[in-house]
């Protein structure tokens, strides 16, 4: 049976708010957004209310809510709520009804599913509007702040520390009240050090399970989660997949965002073929790990890597004016595991050093002439892993293949703005929860909205507007951008949907143009497409 929802009341006169529906402009943003949300499959949603009782809230309006106060920089559940008391905006989408803020909050909590599965629908409308390029991906991280304190946080090496320090300590010398002191100590850190060896994390917080504590451009180590998004082309930036996790740095983080962007694609309707384009992902020297590496070597056959390498930094200029100590490309390395050193002098070796890691020390040091430049100890060493060095040999050799430079020079215009998008755009910078289904859901809402907004721009074609005709040559005229669903664009017009703007700043009605090439002669008012 049909789910009994709210009417509709939105084009109806308050004396007081007056009518939404009149007072909103046809161009308004939370028009928009309506009209974009009205593109996602809510029937999973619908499905979860009951025609008996009381009407509820239409979740489609709930979403539309959400997802223009998302847009607009309006993230806590209070904030939205106080805006639907008198902003019309946000009464056209809900449809001239008030939700409560613990509606807007269990909407949200409850709803982790769907939200993650209306990112899919996002991703699938752009995969049928041409909008997704296989070979234009990009990975990287972002920091978001935690809805948790410093006070929250444990670290393994801390705890660790700590629990050397109060073990030797003489409890026998403590009276009863003391030792009880001591003992919770003792308790809460060898508790901190279980979890994070059992979770494989180095720190977590006691009061939000899925944080953890980084590092943040600022220089502040603060509660945050890591976000890993996957993002398409240059110009319209689509998120395809996402990954959150507590992780201090990117290192190990490649094969599962991969993967997870090589599913997206598929369950959105974009599978990866072997006779076709194979998935190609950038990604900066952050995920040069021997695992990212060996993922990106093992699995050529569907997707291509591209990892910058950058030369390593020279150690010991301030002792060597400036020059650097001997790098490892100044010692031969032989077939038969031994190293010559830059002196000619044979190194003694190899030890073992770990499992995959082989060590080289070099011998009569003390009274070598090269001395100064090759270490500012008593003894020069050399390590190697055969096992790396052959996994850093192949992303060389893929990174020297003409174009990759060039593709790979695109990664910073692909992912970094969808993170300046995110944070500055529509001021996204902490998490308003603590529980792991929220942050999850919530972040999935961000996603929906920055993806719905790419749609939005994916979907316009530039419209000259011609005022008047000068002379046979010049013409001048104004420009607006017009989505592709308006009634005057002639829909056979579906060319240069480039979202780019003019060097001039964002084209508006009324900007002056001179165009130097248009056909002559051209009607007054004549609007027609010009292929950006």
Known sequence: MTPNFKADVSGQLDFVGGCPELAVPQEHLARVVWRLVSLLDVNALEAKYSSLGRPGYPPLRVLAVWVYASVIGLHYATEVARALETDLAFLLLSGGQRFKETTLRTFRRENGEFLANAVEQSLGLAIERGLIDPTQFSVDSVRIRAEASTH????????????????????????????????????????????????????????????????????????????????????????????????????????????????????????????????????????????????????????????????????????????????????????????????????????????????????????????????????????????????????????????????????????????????????????????????????????????????????????????GLYDGTHVEFHWVWLPLWSSEVDPAVRVANDPREGDRGPPRPGNGYSWPHLPHPIKTRELFSLPL
């Open 152 to 467: 929250s946080m444990r670290t393994l090496s801390r705890s660790k520390q700590r629990l050397q320090e109060l073990a030797d300590e003489d409890v026998s010398s403590m009276d009863a009240v003391e030792q009880a002191e001591h003992a919770a100590k003792v308790a809460k850190h060898e508790a901190a050090v279980q979890r994070c060896d059992a979770e494989g994390r180095t720190s977590h917080s006691v009061t939000n399970e899925s944080a953890g504590l980084l590092k943040f451009p600022s220089g502040a180590a603060l509660p945050g989660h890591r976000v890993t998004v996957a993002a398409c082309g240059t110009g319209l930036r689509f998120i395809a997949s996402v990954l959150v996790n507590a992780a201090p740095n990117d290192f190990g983080l490649l094969e599962e965002s991969v993967r997870g962007l090589h599913e997206a694609l598929i369950t959105a309707g974009m599978p990866i073929r072997p006779d076709g384009d194979k998935l190609q992902v950038a990604a900066d020297p952050g995920y040069l790990s021997e695992a990212d590496l060996r993922f990106a070597d093992e699995n050529r056959d569907w997707v291509d890597i591209l990892i910058h390498q950058p030369p390593a930094p020279k150690r010991g200029k301030a002792k060597t004016g400036g020059e650097g100590l001997f790098d490892r490309s100044a010692f031969e390395f032989h077939d038969d595991d031994s190293v010559t050193c830059p002196a000619g002098k044979p190194m003694l070796g190899p030890f073992n050093q770990g499992e995959d890691r082989l060590v080289w020390k070099g011998q009569g040091c003390e009274d070598c002439p090269l001395r100064a430049k090759c270490t500012s100890g008593k003894q020069r060493s050399v390590t190697r892993n055969p096992a790396l060095d052959r996994l850093h040999e192949s992303m060389h050799e893929r990174m020297a293949r003409p174009g990759a430079k060039e593709r790979y020079n695109q990664r910073i215009a692909t992912v970094e703005p969808v993170f300046s998008y995110l944070q500055d755009t529509m001021q996204f910078r902490r998490v308003s929860s603590r529980l792991e289904k929220t942050v999850l859901a919530e972040l999935s809402l961000k996603i929906l909205a920055h993806n719905l907004m790419r749609l939005h721009l994916g979907g316009r074609v530039l419209v000259v507007v011609v005022e």
